[in-house]
């Protein structure tokens, strides 16, 4: 026995403007909370000194000249 699909019941209790609002104000929702824990993985990053891009550089440049080990 399947269940129902919550999300038709109610989307049809709610106008086609309404659905429109709450789906654009979710969209929205959901941006910032992408962004905002961008920002904060960023600013993490800088605040413990880490390099990531000169430390995977220094990877790169080891593998191209012979050294088998990671830097």
Request: proline share 1%; glycine share 10%.
């Amino acid at each position: 026995m399947g269940l129902p699909n919550l999300r038709s019941i109610f989307a049809s209790s709610r106008t086609s403007e309404e659905e429109r609002e709450l789906s654009r104000a979710t969209f929205y929702k959901f941006t910032a909370f992408v962004a905002s824990c961008l920002a904060i993985s960023l600013l993490a990053a800088r605040g413990s000194g880490r390099d990531l891009g000169a430390k995977a550089a220094k990877g790169v440049v080891g593998m191209v000249a012979g050294q088998s080990k990671l830097v």
